[in-house]
């Protein structure tokens, strides 16, 4: 049996390098020697000998036999689940897989509203009609909360024909609700939990993190293993530990969705990841959340920043991952993106993402208390130098009463769609996606009534300078419905 220490993906890789093969089979760049010369001074030339292309000796993402079997039996056995699967397209690819394993066309899915836009298109390939719950707003913390285990009872309650439940935790945020009394309720009714835990890949390895899906008892989970941990970007892992999905159909699922030409440099990194995770995890997380924690509390002694705590969040019902540090930056005068752009430009610090209210910083196994350090400093200068004017922003989501006319895959494939003045939308049934940033919560999806509410709501925002994702026009006056 193999130990975690072992990494037999990425040592079979290294093995062939040192065999120096000379190719005749895709990519063809041949082992580095057409790359431009300028990348190739850049990067070395080592790492192209890992771009090869499926052959035995490296085995193959859809029909493991040999090391990369070996390689996701250490990644479920490292997570403790049934079944482990490597992704090369991302996460997203991994939420399209969990409503295509566990639904079929037609079926109905409780999801909250907030949850990721890959899931617009996970519900657009499997055929299943959304139930939507609206997520809860604080708008002391200006954050958006995911949902809680009474609104997926209430929900259940409601729609008992519902084939599985899903939900998003940890969100950006860092917060986690309470997966393990949410997967009570759905096993009770045996309907099925997926859990996108994409920013959650690092919470099995150590103590002092909030519960993983894997641990809840979650029947499908999928993490982003690049966000947390080292692996490469679009690195990610489907988890299965289920007695109500069938395995064989996620394995068939996972197959369709992905390249039959995945980079091996890619399933390295996700090989490694697991191993240095299991190894070192807790060590190397002592020191992130060390760091983390300093940072909060410097920050909430700045004058115009401030950084919730995990005794805050815990008050609401939820925990807190604590290496995410989100910065309410609304007593500068000033919003999120404006702080993120001068970080960017004037201090060459990137945060992952922001919004009028936040900035939200992602900490994983690779900081240091240095990164923190130079982020607290650059908060202080911007402090002293920029002066914002008060701004009167809310956080506010409309009332969504989320009446699903079509399904939204009907709507996808059909060309009967028209455009309309806001002022004439009201009761027509949505054909588009509309997310105004903030709150990052879909006002508009295909298939759902459109109400007079939706329709002020969106033209408010026209008014306003709010960036809205989806909208086909220069200016927010019309949408796309489906005609009669």
């Known amino acids: 049996m193999l130990k975690q220490d072992k990494a037999p993906l990425f040592e079979t890789l ?49 029909d493991p036999t040999g090391p990369m079997k070996k390689a996701q039996d250490l990644l479920a056995k490292a997570y403790e689940v049934h079944n482990s699967f490597f992704l090369v397209n991302g996460s997203s690819c991994g939420n399209m897989a969990m409503f295509l394993s566990a639904c079929n066309p037609g079926d109905s899915v409780i999801v909250s509203r907030n949850a990721h836009r890959s899931i617009m298109s996970s519900i657009i ?28 009872e209430e929900a259940i309650n409601q729609f008992p024909e519902a084939k599985a ?33 994409a920013h959650g890949a690092h919470l099995k390895f150590h103590n002092d993190f909030p519960i993983s899906a894997v641990d809840a008892g979650a029947d499908l989970c999928v993490q982003s ?35 039959t030409s995945p980079n091996y440099l890619i399933l390295a990194s996700i090989d490694l990841a697991r ?23 410097k920050i909430n002694q700045l004058m115009k920043y401030s950084c919730f705590t995990r005794q805050e969040i815990k ?57 923190v350090k130079e982020l607290i400093e650059a908060l202080k200068d911007i402090e002293k130098k920029y002066h914002g004017h008060e701004q009167n922003w809310i956080l506010e989501i409309p009332s969504f009463p989320t009446e699903m006319v079509m399904m939204p895959r009907d709507i996808f494939l059909s060309a009967k769609t028209k455009r309309v ?51 086909e026009t220069d200016t927010l006056r019309t949408v796309k419905v489906v005609k009669e």
Not at 128 to 138: A, E, H, L, T
Not at 320 to 340: C, E
């Open 125 to 152: 390939l499997s055929g299943v009609w959304p139930i939507w719950i609206k997520p809860k707003i604080d708008q002391n913390l200006d954050i958006i909360f995911d949902s809680t285990p009474e609104q997926i």
């Open 315 to 371: 008050k609401h019902g939820y925990d807190l991952d604590p290496t995410k540090l989100t910065i309410n930056v609304t007593r500068t005068g000033f919003s999120g993106y404006d702080i993120a752009n001068i970080l960017a430009k004037e201090y060459n610090i990137q945060v992952d993402c922001a919004d009028i209210f936040n900035l939200i910083a992602i900490m994983g196994i690779g900081s240091d208390k240095r990164d």
């Open 14 to 62: 290294m093995g062939h390098v040192k065999k120096r093969v000379t190719s005749f089979h895709t990519p063809g760049h041949k082992n580095g020697r057409g790359i431009d010369r300028r990348l190739r001074s850049f990067t070395g030339k080592n790492v192209y000998y890992f771009d090869v292309t499926v052959f035995p000796e490296v085995d193959s993402l859809h």
């Open 165 to 197: 439940v899903f939900i998003t935790s940890p969100t950006y945020n860092g917060i986690t609700t309470d997966l393990k009394r949410i997967a009570e309720i759905c096993h009770e009714k045996d309907i099925a939990l997926l859990v996108d835990e």
């Open 421 to 471: 003045p806001l002022s004439k939308a009201s009761g027509q049934i949505s054909a588009q996606t509309l997310t105004p940033y903030p709150p990052g919560i879909p006002v508009l999806i295909p298939g759902e009534r459109i109400t007079q509410e939706i329709c002020d709501y969106l033209s408010d925002l026209s008014e306003k300078d709010i960036r809205v994702s989806g909208q």
């Open 225 to 259: 293993v690049h966000k947390t941990l080292s692996a490469l970007s679009q690195g990610s892992v489907l988890h299965y530990n289920s007695n109500l999905i069938d395995l064989k159909r996620v394995k068939k699922v996972v197959s369709l969705l992905q390249t």
């Open 275 to 297: 191993r240095q995770a299991v190894q070192f995890g807790e060590k190397s997380f002592d020191k992130v959340i060390q760091a983390a924690e300093y940072g909060r509390k």
